[in-house]
């Protein structure tokens, strides 16, 4: 059974681009949340999406955004990319939307913005 | 807002040995919490979770103590290994409207010498 998977695994990128991040769920699996790993802030819940819809978002500036396909796949966008936006960008499929639910996590999207 | 705190930072532990890692929360609406091992290179990874209408679950080596009245929450590994050398992060989450959103504490570095 195939894991969740991320692409690009690393990418360099300058202020001001732009980055698009891909995942791929487990098969089966619904919804796709993303995480930002840092050093200094740890963990921090960015979105999630269920069947297309964007059910609850964190605190990050709208410079973050994501989206979700039929076939359950997301990406998300960084515009306008600033120093602090190197992280390890982590995405988690489950295959509910609740609480309580196993998330299963890919090896994530590290990003350095120089 | 941290709202759930997480100590020590970083652990060192000798083989055998066992290692304590303790979480507060705030959110009384917390009613979800797993802890989750991440290996370098790797996503997180699910360990076991805990409700709090139960006070210790255990699974093999590891098991959770759950104070609902302190609002606290921790973590044992009985007879450490050097293959858990690793980091662990508690989280929490709500019912309902929250999805799959986790709330995640700082981390510890555990390392278990040979």
């Known amino acids: 059974k195939a894991g969740v998977t991320q692409t690009p695994r690393y990418l360099i990128k300058t202020r001001g681009q732009q980055v698009t991040l891909s995942c791929s769920p487990i098969?089966?699996?619904?919804?796709v949340s993303w995480y930002q790993q840092t050093p200094g802030q740890g963990l921090q819940f960015l979105f999630e999406?269920?069947?297309?819809?964007?059910?609850n978002k964190g605190n990050f500036p709208g410079r973050f955004s994501g989206r979700q396909f039929s076939n359950s796949r997301s990406e998300m966008n960084v515009s306008t990319l600033e120093l602090g936006d190197s992280a390890l960008y982590l995405c988690?499929?489950?295959?509910?939307?609740?609480?309580?639910?196993?998330?299963?996590f890919g090896a994530g999207s590290r990003l350095t913005v120089l | 807002q941290q709202q759930v705190k997480q100590s020590p930072q970083s652990l060192i532990v000798q083989k055998g040995g066992i290692s304590i890692i303790n979480c507060a929360y705030e959110?009384?609406?917390?009613?979800?919490f797993p802890w989750y091992q991440q290996f370098p290179g790797k996503g997180p990874a699910l360990l076991i979770a805990?409700?709090?209408?139960?006070s210790e679950k255990k699974e093999g080596r590891f098991t959770i103590s759950f104070n609902k009245s302190a609002k606290q929450f921790s973590l044992h590994i009985m007879d450490s290994q050097p293959g858990d050398s690793a980091t662990y992060f508690c989280?929490?989450?709500?019912?309902?409207?929250?999805?799959?959103?986790?709330?995640f504490g700082e981390g510890t570095q555990l390392t278990v010498n040979p």
């Open positions: 999406y269920f069947s297309e819809t964007q059910r």
């Open positions: 989280a929490a989450s709500k019912p309902g409207t929250s999805g799959s959103r986790l709330t």
């Open positions: 988690a499929s489950s295959l509910l939307s609740s609480g309580a639910n196993v998330l299963t």
């Open positions: 098969s089966g699996h619904r919804s």
């Open positions: 959110n009384t609406a917390f009613d979800y």
């Open positions: 805990i409700r709090p209408d139960v």
